[in-house]
Every structure is written in structure tokens, then in C-alpha cells.
């Protein structure tokens, strides 16, 4: 899969400790930041969210460490949690005050983490299908080994030439399952900047910090004190949303879970305004105190 015609023009900011974000920006008003999820690239947030939310707000979507454009550092910046502190300076530096966070997956997952490690930083966050709590999950099995020093260096190479190129399409279809990938996307979306053997390093580190990553999270849960909206579809295949945002929901004072029927995974594609409705109501209610 080639460049598509939708591949965003991104800008870089530099990080303190080698390499830099890479982000897309558009609108203005109160921030919103976009962060995505697992095998994706900012387009797939920015693609079917930014220009509803651009026509009020300030939005910035970001690669996140390790993916599409974004660089980090091998073995140490993979954990949500250094994801959040990277994606931390980034805004610092573009001069964003209190943005809201609208994560999805693992991408909400690093947003809850922002928010639980500097909430002083964030006037809110939507939580899109996130990962909340430690689980065995697929994507240790299938990119787990490439976070092996040496070895998952040379897996990663000889993989990309061979069995990714057969699974991550099936894998990229499954996640939108029950739905299927809006044509539109599929077209525009830049799928060679989602895979490559450096990328599936990165997706099997982020795999593999789950298990202390989420226990740390999952202890914080109880004192966060930023805004935090969650929204899980009733179909999604890849994440049980009732063991995670739901359960993480009863945890958080404030919070709040909102299911949306027969919807999977990739919510954000098909709920477009729900999604806005929610972090709009969140600039709001920061603006108003």
C-alpha cells in the first residue's frame, strides 16, 4: 500500500531527549489534541474528526511515539506512561494550555495517563475504547517478540517482507468489525505509515508494557481528578469495554460511560458527532469555571 491522497502534512517538535513528535494542525479556539490508536497514524483521527471539530477549535492531532512520523528510543520510551510525558512536552512547546484529550484505544490509554501522571495539564479527556486494566492480550503474541533486543530487530525485517503483508490487512479489516472500513478511508488513509518493521517493534513494546503500564494506572484510577468522558461500543471485538472503560469509570469520581449499540471498535469512524458532542462539552465546562 502505497502514499494515499489522504496522508496529512505534519510538522515536528524536537524532544528534550532526542527525536520529536509529529503532528498536524488545523482550527482555532479552545485545544483539542487527537491521539490515536493501535496500527494507526494521526490520519485515522484526524481524517474523520478534525474538520468538524477544526470549525470551533484549535486541533492537533499527533503521531504517537514510535508511529507514523514520531520517533522514540528503543526499550525505553514505550510504556503509556512515557508516551504521555513525551506528548507532554510536545504540547508545552506548541504552547497549548489544559487541552482536551480525545484518545482511542492505546492512544486513550496514553491520554489517561497524561491526565492520572500531570492533571493540572488537561481540562479533559474522551476515552475512546481504551485499555484500562492489565489482560492477556493478541498483540503480545503477534508483535511481542519483536520487542526482543537483537532478535525482534531481525524478526521485525524478515516479517515485513513476508507475513505482515497478509496479516496487517486482515488485522486493519477485523479492528472495524462489525462494521466495515468506510471506503472513503480506506482510500485516503496512508497505510504504509502504519506498518514497516520499525513501527512493529514499536506495536510489540507497546504490547508488552501493558501488564505494569495498566497496574499502575489502574492503582491512580481512584484519585484522578481531570473530567474524564468514556465512550464503548457494544460490538467491539478487540477491547471488552464492560472489563475496561466501564469498570475504570466506577473508579474515577466524575466520570462517565456512555455505550453506543451494535458499534465495534473503531467508534470514532461511525459516531463522529458524539464524539465532538463530548469533548465540546468538556471545553465548556472549562471555559465556564
Not at 468489525?177 to 471506503?183: M, R
Amino acid at each position: 500500500m502505497g502514499v494515499a491522497p489522504g496522508e496529512v502534512a505534519r510538522r515536528f517538535v524536537p524532544l528534550s531527549e532526542g527525536g520529536s513528535i509529529a503532528y498536524a494542525e488545523t482550527g482555532e479556539g479552545e485545544a483539542i489534541v487527537l491521539i490515536h490508536g493501535t496500527l494507526m497514524a494521526l490520519e485515522d483521527v484526524w481524517l474523520p474528526l478534525a474538520p468538524r471539530l477544526a470549525a470551533r477549535h484549535r486541533v492537533i492531532a499527533l503521531d504517537r511515539p514510535g508511529h507514523g512520523f514520531s520517533t522514540r528510543r528503543r526499550l525505553v520510551d514505550a510504556s503509556p506512561w512515557r508516551q504521555a510525558a513525551a506528548i507532554r512536552e510536545a504540547l508545552d512547546q506548541l504552547g497549548l494550555h489544559r487541552p482536551v484529550l480525545v484518545g482511542h484505544s492505546f492512544g486513550a490509554t496514553v491520554a489517561l495517563c497524561l491526565a492520572l501522571s500531570d492533571p493540572d495539564a488537561v481540562a479533559g479527556v474522551v476515552a475512546m475504547a481504551p485499555l484500562c486494566f492489565p489482560e492477556p492480550r493478541l498483540e503480545q503474541i503477534l508483535f511481542g517478540p519483536r520487542a526482543l533486543p537483537g532478535l525482534g530487530d531481525g524478526l521485525s525485517q524478515v516479517l515485513a517482507g513476508s507475513l505482515d503483508r497478509a496479516m496487517l490487512p486482515l488485522l486493519w479489516r477485523a479492528i472495524f468489525l462489525p462494521q466495515t472500513v468506510p471506503p472513503d478511508f480506506a482510500a485516503r488513509f496512508p497505510w504504509a505509515r502504519a506498518c514497516g518493521p520499525a513501527r512493529m517493534i514499536a506495536e510489540g513494546e507497546d504490547a508488552m508494557t501493558t501488564w505494569t503500564a495498566l497496574g499502575r494506572a489502574a492503582a491512580a484510577y481512584p484519585t484522578c481528578r481531570v473530567p474524564v468522558r468514556f465512550l464503548g461500543g457494544t460490538a467491539d471485538l478487540v477491547v471488552n469495554n464492560a472489563l475496561h472503560g466501564a469498570l475504570a469509570a466506577t473508579l474515577m469520581r466524575g466520570a462517565h460511560f456512555t455505550w453506543l449499540p451494535g458499534t465495534g471498535h473503531m467508534l470514532h469512524h461511525f459516531h463522529q458527532d458524539r464524539v465532538v458532542a463530548e469533548a465540546e462539552a468538556l471545553t465548556q465546562a472549562v471555559a465556564t469555571t
